[in-house]
């Protein structure tokens, strides 16, 4: 995959550092941090991906434990408030098999000009993932931990930054590819983090 080869060149010691931890039993411990925050929405989350994929869960377990940026931002048709459930649509947006995804490329909204996933098959177990950007799509693998390593990557590769919704999600999981540390990390963020790494 050639992000994967550009980010090789740009940073060499860190490329493999995501799937190497993440296969260290780390969804697990996400998921044991998500049930202990006795969270209606998390518990409905985790409830959801029941028979479903582990690593997709926990990826969106860790996305909505981190805290977000709660702003108002202007659309084209005027302003609109994000929540917890909004802001995981800044990581990653499912659509049924059989969906034209060059056309939800093509006519997505604005606000998600920045790369995110898109997922292909049922919600809490698609059978494949594309990396959007801009108006374009790119193949970003039939799991989700090769799809989200990518996608973290793509924004290195192409030189955009993260989403601000999602600016402590990505801040955390960049300790892993040992690009941020501790002192990045607002309290909140720290806090869940060091619970997620005791376990």
């Not at 930054?161 to 540390?181: D, E, G």
Request: proline share 5%; aromatic share 12%; hydrophobic share 40%.
């Amino acid at each position: 995959m050639q992000i994967n080869l550009e980010y090789g060149m740009l940073y060499p010691e860190t490329g493999d550092e995501f799937i190497t931890n993440w296969s260290l039993n780390f969804a697990q411990k996400v998921l044991t941090v998500a049930r202990a925050q006795n969270s209606e929405q998390l518990n409905d989350l985790i409830s959801a991906h029941k028979d479903g994929d582990d690593d997709l869960c926990a990826l969106l377990a860790l996305a909505f434990l981190m805290p977000f940026h709660s702003f108002r931002k202007k659309s084209g048709k005027g302003a609109f408030a994000l929540n917890k459930s909004d802001a995981l649509s800044f990581l990653i947006q499912n659509f049924p098999v059989g969906t034209d995804i060059t056309a939800i490329a093509e006519t997505k909204q604005c606000r998600y000009s920045q790369p995110h996933l898109i997922s292909v098959g049922p919600a809490h177990n698609p059978q494949q993932y594309f990396i959007g950007l801009d108006a374009i799509t790119i193949p970003g693998g039939n799991s989700i931990v090769q799809a989200f390593d990518r996608l973290y990557k793509s924004f290195y590769v192409f030189n955009v930054h993260f989403p601000p919704a999602l600016a402590n999600n990505y801040a955390a999981i960049s300790m892993i590819y040992k690009r941020t540390t501790f002192s990045d990390l607002g309290a909140t963020a720290t806090q869940i983090w060091s619970q997620i790494l005791k376990q």
